[in-house]
Structures are given as C-alpha cells and as structure tokens.
T-cell receptor, first 113, second 113 residues
Framework: NAGVTQTPKFRVLKTGQSMTLLCAQDMNHEYMYWYRQDPGMGLRLIHYSVGEGTTAKGEVPDGYNVSRLKKQNFLLGLESAAPSQTSVYFCASRYIQDHTEAFFGQGTRLTVV | ELKVEQNPLFLSMQEGKNYTIYCNYSTTSDRLYWYRQDPGKSLESLFV?????AVKQEGRLMASLDTKARLSTLHITAAVHDLSATYFCAVGNSGGGADGLTFGKGTHLIIQP
C-alpha cells in the first residue's frame, strides 16, 4: 500500500518554465490538498479538491493551477515559474468522514532559478 | 481569518526533562491535529483532538485541547533523543475539514544527551 505518492521528488526550473507536479493516492480518499512549506512559515494551503472534477482555492493560490480528473490523482501546475515559488510542496489526502486525519506525501523540493 | 500560533518556535532541552509546546488559535474550530516532521521528511500524524477536554497520549507525548481557551498543548515527559523533530499543530479551517488545515509555524525541538 503506497499511500500518497508525489512525482517528482526534486526539480530545478528556470524562471518562466512550466511544470506539473503529480500526486497519486491509493486509499480511495475523497479529499486532496496541495500545501507549500517554506522555512519558518509552516505549511500553507494552495488548492484543494473535495472530489473528482472539483477544485477550490486555498490560502496562497496565485501562480498555480490544479486539476482532479481522476479521484486518485491531483495535479498541481506552475504555468510560468517564479523564484518565489521555490519551496517544498506537499500533497495530502483524507477520507470524507468528519474529523479524520490527512496523510501526506513525501514532498517535492522545487527550486526556481 | 484563522491564525495558529505555536510557542516556542525553537526548543533545546536535555534528555530526561519535561516540557510543553503551546498552540493557540484565533477562531472556533472543532478539530486540532499534531504532526511530527523529521528533517527532509514528510509529516507524520501524532494526535487528532476533537472535543473540549480531549487528552491523548502516546509514549512520552501527551496532547490536550481546551476549545474555550482555543489552546492545545503537547507535553513531553522525560525526553529522549529520538523525539528530536519539528512539531506542528494544525487547526481545521471549517466544520468537516473539507477545506484543509491552517498550520502553526512549527516548534523545532532538539533533545541533547
């Protein structure tokens, strides 16, 4: 049972390039999330999805887009990367039942130069 | 807007000592979580606290929740080196938790032999 898997684990981008981060979960979770973690900032919610085909903005959505075409996958896109998007990105998922915990992926370390 | 504050943000302590990490949050929530993160790793769920007066214990860690004071504590008893990590509290953004969590900035804990 793999849990929550993120691809890739590391990436270096040049300013202006685009890329997509993939999150896949095999726990049949309804809810999925993308967070970014910056030093001294904790984790901040970028976008989330409450089900296949639905997405919503979190606290820091600017510069990112997301899609949830399949229940098990949640994609995070950067259309034109900026150095301010250098961060560690975490995907998480959880069951629809109230009050359950979220399970996190291993993270993607992205550097934009 | 929900704000979550942890203190201290950095703690260095000796093995065998007791200490408490505090987590204050600004608006009513019915869910509070504690996570552990080792350097370069993902987040591991420690505790889920769902009601006023809730207390949970696992080994040398004990977490409690006072929803009236909007305060949670994570108490470490007779610390050991293996507990060195960064500890995050996180609060549910709304009822049911579909729209994710707001995290504190984390407490970086170092336990010295």
């Amino acid at each position: 049972n793999a849990g929550v898997t993120q691809t890739p684990k590391f990436r270096v981008l040049k300013t202006g390039q685009s890329m997509t981060l993939l999150c896949a979960q095999d726990m049949n979770h309804e809810y999925m999330y993308w967070y970014r973690q910056d030093p001294g900032m904790g984790l901040r919610l970028i976008h989330y999805s409450v089900g296949e085909g639905t997405t919503a903005k979190g606290e820091v959505p600017d510069g990112y887009n997301v899609s949830r075409l399949k229940k098990q996958n949640f994609l995070l896109g950067l259309e034109s990367a900026a150095p301010s998007q250098t961060s560690v990105y975490f995907c998480a998922s959880r069951y629809i039942q109230d009050h359950t915990e979220a399970f996190f992926g291993q993270g993607t370390r992205l550097t934009v130069v | 807007e929900l704000k979550v504050e942890q203190n201290p943000l950095f703690l260095s302590m000796q093995e065998g000592k007791n200490y408490t990490i505090y987590c204050n949050y600004s608006t009513t929530s019915d869910r509070l979580y504690w996570y552990r993160q080792d350097p370069g790793k993902s987040l591991e769920s420690l505790f889920v606290l769902l009601s006023n007066g809730a207390v949970k214990q696992e080994g040398r860690l004990m977490a409690s929740l006072d929803t009236k004071a909007r305060l949670s504590t994570l108490h470490i008893t007779a610390a050991v080196h293996d507990l060195s990590a960064t500890y995050f509290c996180a609060v549910g953004n709304s009822g049911g938790g579909a729209d994710g969590l707001t995290f504190g900035k984390g407490t970086h804990l170092i336990i010295q032999p």
